[in-house]
């Protein structure tokens, strides 16, 4: 009777399981659940690979920490894509995602005033990552002129690349 038991539980176990990986796989990573996309706000991160969202809660019953926040957003079918247009191996692609774990893992762990506040962790499934911090205005790549993965540049960081731009 006892193994009985244990087969069930592992059978619901297997099944739960699945139907969440499945629930995530159609929905999406919990980050685009949780908060409504506003506008890109930049891009961050090697290669400037994850664009960066201005975002507000869904849920405007329960109090949140911050009105709006910065989602960030790695689309792996894109890099997918520039991989094999650059001939590159898919191992390169799964040390990219790795590195792109662990960095976002330590983000996470690092508390200190002068480093961005984690709100959410990294997420992933299938399609995408996505991670939740602080409201941002932009990565500093941004701030500097690299605004490559941004596809409408915010008045306000044009008009920092512009002043840069003129002091050099």
């Known amino acids: 009777m006892k193994t009985l038991t244990q087969a069930f539980a592992k059978t619901a176990a297997v099944i739960e399981k ?19 996309l506003l506008h890109q706000i930049g891009s961050a991160g090697p290669g400037l690979a994850w664009k960066l969202y201005s975002a507000k809660a869904r849920d405007a019953t329960r109090l949140h920490q911050y009105p709006t926040v910065c989602v960030w957003v790695l689309d792996k079918k894109v890099l997918a894509e520039a991989r094999a247009r650059a001939g590159l191996s898919k191992i390169v692609e799964d040390s990219f995602f790795d590195l792109i774990r662990a960095d976002a893992a330590r983000l996470v762990r690092l508390r200190h005033p002068g480093v961005v506040h984690v709100v959410q962790a990294l997420d992933e499934n299938k399609n995408a990552m996505t991670m939740v911090t602080e409201p941002l205005f932009a990565s500093v790549a941004n701030a500097i002129g690299k605004v490559e993965n941004v596809t409408n540049v915010p008045n306000d960081l044009e008009g920092i690349v512009r002043a840069l731009l003129s002091f050099s």
């Open 18 to 36: 699945t139907v969440q990986t499945t629930v995530q796989e159609v929905s999406g990573p919990k980050a685009l659940l949780d908060y409504e």
